[in-house]
């Protein structure tokens, strides 16, 4: 039994070459995130476990016997290697534009100190986004852009004062406001493009419309502003590639207009709406990146910067959710009233016949689901004792629901799910976890948010923690 761990900047690393000494490690229960003012942050271990045995580590460390009702909380393993594999996928594909990852997506320590030591860039939309990001002590201020093109007036003083040059705004107001309180920052232009094909349609919200743009650049130039260039963003859960190429068209149109208007653009910055790894169909990252990466190149010479804001990509794939069956309610159908609806002509569809308790839900991991639009497929972790992680379950498959643990209705994470029949302390698991889950998760009816756990199934990534 062999078990390797060292410090390097505070950091755990803990190459585990067998499993029970991980259990021992879990068995702790050592918090990850616990900061005083007195003591540094101190930082979980990062692992060197392949996701499956990273969930057989961790149920292996409960104590059945044991009275600690936080024991069998859900949790997340988060695989930092396919963080890594993913910004090589970018590297690879778009080797011109840089990502400059969307904070708000997921905030994650690890995955920003991962992230920040690969020189990747933050897409920041509030004050204390930019502070988290200055804090890791490893970001120069360059490597931030503030987008977020309506700014409370305190934020827009302290990206000044930690000398955040880079902001968007798309409306006259916003520019009086800059004027005022970051007079020599870098405006980039935010314009509305067509996002129709998105479930996130961002340009309900923000995007100065192209007739518009020449107003706003006659504004910024009236008031001595340094406009540098133009953003877009086609909408989060794009799913058409073409939508980016004829966005960057948008964008071409008013780098021209900037010119009549005195202002020599350098600076574009194409957005979010990237899909995960996990998309292998319809809209994927390849087919982004060739439409993208080939209308840039054509439309923008090499002495333009050109920048991304890539979230969901980055960390999608990345997280895998395990959760706990706290209980069951079997499902009591009116037989005459089905055999009647049948009768009638009416579709015949199975109805559930267990509805399955959760200990994570809408108000927690799962508010991806209201906010996102993600569909969230359950799978048997742990079922009678035995571990099941992508294996073949025995037993016939039902009907079934699947709710958080609150009291309130909408708490649903599954209205139809396949399932053999699940008992109470049972486990199920989500992948496909990492986007906008943890980073919305409240504490709503007394449920703590779910622990995260990490691992690396890539061992460069050691290198950069």
């Known amino acids: 039994m062999i078990d390797v761990s060292f410090q390097q900047d505070q ?33 979980p271990p990062v692992h060197t476990l392949p996701i499956h045995e990273m ?15 936080e024991a069998e909380n859900a949790f997340f393993v988060a695989d930092l290697g396919e963080v890594y594999r993913q910004h090589l996928r970018w590297k690879a594909l778009l080797p011109r534009i840089e990502p400059f990852f969307a904070m708000k997506c997921n905030p994650d320590p690890m995955v920003l100190r991962l992230l920040a030591s690969l020189g990747v860039g933050f897409d920041c939309a509030s004050k204390n986004e930019i502070q988290t990001v200055l804090d890791l002590g490893t970001v120069h201020p360059n490597r931030i ?47 509305l493009t067509d996002d129709s094909k998105s479930l996130c349609k961002l340009g309900l919200k923000f995007g100065a419309p ?88 054509a439309l923008f010479g090499p002495e333009v910067r050109v920048i991304a804001e890539p979230g969901r990509y980055y960390v999608g794939s990345a997280f895998t959710l395990a959760t706990q069956v706290i209980a069951r309610r079997t499902i009591v159908h009116d037989v005459a009233a089905q055999d009647k609806e049948e009768e009638e002509g009416k579709e015949d569809k199975e109805q559930p016949a267990h509805m399955y308790y959760i200990n994570d839900g809408m108000y927690g991991s799962f508010n991806c689901i ?11 972790l742990l079922k009678d004792g035995a571990f099941a992680y992508k294996q073949e379950v025995d037993g016939e498959r039902g009907m079934a629901s699947v709710w958080g643990p609150t009291c309130d209705s909408i708490d649903c994470i599954s ?8 008992e109470t302390g049972d486990w199920m698991y989500f992948e496909n976890m990492g986007a906008y889950t943890i980073t919305a998760a409240s504490q709503f009816n007394g449920f703590r948010r779910s622990e995260v756990l990490y691992t690396t199934t890539e061992p460069e990534v050691v290198l950069h923690l």
Not at 12 to 19: F, G, H, R
Not at 56 to 64: I, R, Y
Not at 370 to 380: G, R
Not at 415 to 422: G, Q, S, V
């Open 11 to 43: 950091f755990e690393v803990v190459p585990t070459l067998v499993q029970p000494a991980l259990v021992d490690v879990l068995k702790t229960r050592v918090k990850s995130d616990m900061k005083t003012s007195s003591s540094p942050l101190v930082l």
């Open 55 to 69: 969930l057989q580590a961790q149920h292996q460390s409960f104590d059945p016997e044991s009275e600690d009702a």
């Open 145 to 191: 852009i503030y987008a977020n093109p309506c700014k409370q007036n305190a934020f827009v003083q302290y990206a000044r004062r930690n000398s955040v040059m880079m902001m968007t705004f798309d409306n006259a107001e916003e520019l009086h406001k800059i004027k005022r309180f970051h007079p020599d920052a870098h405006l980039v232009l935010r314009i």
């Open 210 to 297: 192209l007739d518009t743009t020449g107003y706003l650049l006659a504004t910024a130039r009236e008031l001595g502003l340094n406009v540098i260039g133009v953003s877009f963003h086609v909408g989060s859960g794009c799913f058409d590639a073409n939508a980016f190429g004829e966005a960057v068209v948008r964008a071409r149109r008013v780098f021209d207009q900037a010119t009549e208007h005195g202002y020599h653009f350098r600076f574009l910055d194409v957005g979010g709406g990237f899909p995960s790894a996990h998309v292998t169909d319809g809209i994927t990252f390849e087919k982004v990146a060739a439409i993208l990466g080939s209308t840039v190149d």
């Open 370 to 380: 209201m906010f996102d639009h993600q569909v969230c497929e359950p799978q048997v």
């Open 415 to 422: 209205t139809r799910a396949r399932l053999p029949l699940m």
